[in-house]
């Protein structure tokens, strides 16, 4: 075993440590992202709000699906993550060695390559993304991740698969662009060759939870629309549509209708990535 993890390329160990990190945070947030997907959803009722809170639909779901009804999805978000978070991280990985080497990257820097990893991955991984979002919204009966991906080619075409495209790159790129930037920033003023190694992966889980909350409140709006355009691309042509449409039914606010269970989601599961990550790229001899 030593020899051959001596063997495997460096791009390819970052992509391993990344798909593995990807694996972990997936399982345990998914029941706060299927929550953020049902609140961003929810249709206003005649002569209400149709307001609901976070612990409101969690109840809800729990007495009409039982308790795994949360894990809903779970197997797209595999499909997605454990890829996806892979190809992120392998391309970070090799974006850093190519432009920086050893150097560490400035904030702008920070931003263009978090941005650049994450759109690039963005792209690879939509369909998946598209069957993921449909699974969450409890609106679809697909049997399976690849029988979603081949109902949604055959009945949408090429369309249905990348819907909300342009609204997840607006959301994804920017939030791993400003995570990345924050999680960097941060962790240069913590005095890491002062601390205990067995305290590093609790600073590095603290720096990644202030990055994420900064991140996650910053591109909300673009998960709202996103979610809309993948769930009706029949009735949003374009991203202008969904805009226009939540405006005119949520107000304002809409736009950040989901964002506690997203914020969580996406913080803890950011963290407890760039944690894993990190820590299996030091047992690997490699600098993340």
Same mark, same amino acid.
């Given at each position: 075993m030593p020899g051959r993890e001596a063997?495997?390329?460096?791009?390819?160990?970052?992509?391993?440590?990344?798909?593995?990190?990807?694996?972990?945070?997936?399982?345990?947030?998914? %029941?706060? #992202?299927?929550?953020?997907?049902?609140?961003?959803?929810?249709? %206003?009722t005649v002569g209400g709000s149709g307001r609901a809170g976070m612990v409101t639909v969690l109840f809800r779901v729990v007495r009409t699906e039982s308790l795994l009804g949360l894990w809903k999805g779970v197997s797209p978000s595999f499909a997605r993550?454990? %890829?996806?978070?892979?190809?992120y991280f392998s391309t970070l990985?090799? *974006?850093?060695?190519?432009?920086?080497? #050893?150097?560490?990257?400035?904030?702008?820097?920070?931003?263009?390559?978090?941005?650049?990893?994450?759109?690039?991955?963005?792209?690879? *991984?939509? %369909?998946?993304?598209v069957v993921k979002t449909r699974y969450e919204s409890g609106r679809f009966g697909y049997g399976s991740v690849y029988g979603a991906l081949r109902s949604i080619y055959q009945t949408e075409g090429a369309r249905g698969m990348f819907s909300g495209l342009t609204?997840?790159?607006?959301?994804?790129?920017?939030?791993?662009?400003?995570?990345? *930037?924050?999680?960097t920033q941060t962790k240069k003023l913590t005095p890491q060759d002062q601390l205990d190694p067995v305290l590093m992966p609790v600073v590095n889980f603290g720096c990644g939870i202030f990055a994420g909350i900064l991140a996650s409140l910053a591109t909300q709006p673009a998960d709202v629309i996103k979610t809309h355009m993948q769930l009706s691309p029949e009735k949003y042509r374009r991203t202008s549509q969904a805009i226009a449409f939540i405006y005119k039914d949520f107000g304002l606010v809409g736009f950040f209708r989901g964002g506690v269970p997203r914020a969580l989601r996406r913080t803890l599961m950011a963290a407890m990535a760039w944690t894993v990550y990190e820590q299996m790229m030091e047992k *690997?001899?490699?600098?993340?």
């Open positions: 063997e495997m390329h460096p791009v390819l160990k970052a992509f391993v440590c990344g798909s593995i990190s990807g694996t972990c945070s997936t399982l345990l947030f998914q %029941p706060l #992202d299927l929550l953020k997907t049902r609140l961003q959803t929810l249709q %206003p993550c454990i %890829p996806g978070v892979g190809i990985y090799t *974006m850093k060695q190519k432009f920086l080497g #050893d150097r560490s990257p400035t904030a702008l820097e920070s931003v263009f390559l978090g941005a650049t990893a994450r759109a690039i991955s963005g792209i690879c *991984m939509l %369909p998946v993304t609204a997840t790159l607006l959301r994804d790129a920017p939030f791993s662009g400003i995570y990345l *930037m924050f999680y *690997m001899g490699l600098k993340s």
